[in-house]
Protein backbone atom coordinates (compact mmCIF):
# COMPACT_ATOMS: atom_id res chain seq x y z
CA UNK A 1 0.00 0.00 0.00
CA UNK A 2 1.41 3.79 -0.87
CA UNK A 3 0.14 5.97 1.93
CA UNK A 4 0.51 10.30 1.69
CA UNK A 5 -0.15 12.61 4.16
CA UNK A 6 -1.22 15.79 4.29
CA UNK A 7 -3.31 18.51 6.40
CA UNK A 8 0.29 19.89 8.32
CA UNK A 9 1.21 23.47 8.94
CA UNK A 10 2.01 26.23 11.03
CA UNK A 11 -0.15 26.98 13.96
CA UNK A 12 -0.43 28.69 17.03
CA UNK A 13 -0.62 26.97 20.55
CA UNK A 14 -4.23 26.29 21.24
CA UNK A 15 -4.78 26.00 17.63
CA UNK A 16 -6.02 22.56 15.78
CA UNK A 17 -5.02 20.67 13.42
CA UNK A 18 -6.28 17.44 11.84
CA UNK A 19 -3.88 15.16 9.32
CA UNK A 20 -5.10 13.18 6.73
CA UNK A 21 -3.59 9.90 5.26
CA UNK A 22 -4.38 8.42 1.72
CA UNK A 23 -4.18 4.78 1.10
CA UNK A 24 -3.78 3.56 -2.40
CA UNK A 25 -4.03 -0.24 -3.31
CA UNK A 26 -6.51 -2.75 -1.75
CA UNK A 27 -7.02 -4.26 1.12
CA UNK A 28 -6.62 -0.93 3.40
CA UNK A 29 -9.58 -2.02 5.65
CA UNK A 30 -7.31 -4.53 7.27
CA UNK A 31 -3.88 -3.04 7.75
CA UNK A 32 -3.39 -1.85 11.35
CA UNK A 33 -2.59 2.13 10.94
CA UNK A 34 -0.87 4.21 13.35
CA UNK A 35 0.61 8.06 13.11
CA UNK A 36 4.09 8.37 14.18
CA UNK A 37 6.21 11.75 14.56
CA UNK A 38 9.99 12.73 14.95
CA UNK A 39 10.87 16.11 16.21
CA UNK A 40 14.34 17.33 15.53
CA UNK A 41 16.82 15.42 17.44
CA UNK A 42 14.33 13.12 19.17
CA UNK A 43 13.37 9.06 17.85
CA UNK A 44 10.31 8.67 16.69
CA UNK A 45 7.20 8.24 18.62
CA UNK A 46 4.17 6.61 18.04
CA UNK A 47 1.78 9.00 18.53
CA UNK A 48 -1.39 6.63 17.63
CA UNK A 49 -2.99 3.95 16.21
CA UNK A 50 -6.16 1.69 15.07
CA UNK A 51 -6.93 -1.75 14.34
CA UNK A 52 -8.76 -2.89 11.26
CA UNK A 53 -11.62 -3.47 14.04
CA UNK A 54 -11.51 0.37 15.08
CA UNK A 55 -9.69 -0.22 18.50
CA UNK A 56 -7.54 2.85 18.94
CA UNK A 57 -4.41 3.23 21.52
CA UNK A 58 -3.18 7.02 22.00
CA UNK A 59 -0.01 8.02 23.39
CA UNK A 60 0.11 9.53 27.09
CA UNK A 61 1.52 12.84 25.39
CA UNK A 62 -1.22 13.39 23.55
CA UNK A 63 -3.95 11.70 25.07
CA UNK A 64 -7.18 14.04 25.52
CA UNK A 65 -5.99 16.06 22.82
CA UNK A 66 -5.38 13.63 19.68
CA UNK A 67 -7.95 11.47 17.93
CA UNK A 68 -6.89 8.93 15.52
CA UNK A 69 -9.77 7.64 12.85
CA UNK A 70 -10.81 5.41 10.24
CA UNK A 71 -12.57 5.70 6.82
CA UNK A 72 -12.25 2.73 5.40
CA UNK A 73 -14.97 3.10 2.55
CA UNK A 74 -11.92 6.24 1.42
CA UNK A 75 -9.07 4.34 2.55
CA UNK A 76 -8.00 6.94 4.65
CA UNK A 77 -6.73 7.49 8.17
CA UNK A 78 -6.92 10.87 10.45
CA UNK A 79 -5.01 12.43 13.06
CA UNK A 80 -7.12 15.46 14.82
CA UNK A 81 -5.00 17.05 16.81
CA UNK A 82 -6.57 19.72 19.37
CA UNK A 83 -5.33 22.17 21.83
CA UNK A 84 -1.77 21.77 20.12
CA UNK A 85 1.72 22.63 22.17
CA UNK A 86 5.01 23.59 21.10
CA UNK A 87 6.07 20.39 21.84
CA UNK A 88 3.87 18.99 19.36
CA UNK A 89 6.43 20.59 16.50
CA UNK A 90 7.15 17.70 14.21
CA UNK A 91 7.63 15.56 11.30
CA UNK A 92 4.32 13.51 11.29
CA UNK A 93 4.34 9.93 9.31
CA UNK A 94 1.69 7.57 8.86
CA UNK A 95 2.13 3.87 8.69
CA UNK A 96 0.54 0.56 7.30
CA UNK A 97 1.07 -2.81 8.93
CA UNK A 98 -0.19 -6.05 8.04
CA UNK A 99 0.98 -9.59 7.84
CA UNK A 100 4.99 -8.41 8.72
CA UNK A 101 4.82 -5.84 5.66
CA UNK A 102 4.78 -1.91 6.79
CA UNK A 103 4.64 0.59 4.59
CA UNK A 104 5.37 4.51 5.48
CA UNK A 105 4.48 7.54 3.47
CA UNK A 106 6.07 11.00 3.29
CA UNK A 107 5.68 12.93 6.55
CA UNK A 108 4.01 16.11 6.93
CA UNK A 109 5.24 18.42 8.93
CA UNK A 110 3.57 20.57 11.89
CA UNK A 111 4.89 23.32 13.46
CA UNK A 112 2.78 24.81 16.69
CA UNK A 113 4.15 28.27 17.91
CA UNK A 114 3.89 29.48 20.91
Known amino acids: VQLQASGGGLVQAGGSLRLSCAAS????????MAWYRRAPGKQRELVAS???????FTANSVKGRFTISRDNAKNAVYLQMNSLKPEDTAVYYC?????????WGPGTQVTVSS
Open 95 to 103: NAFNSGESS
Open 25 to 32: GSGFSIYF
Open 50 to 56: ITSGGST
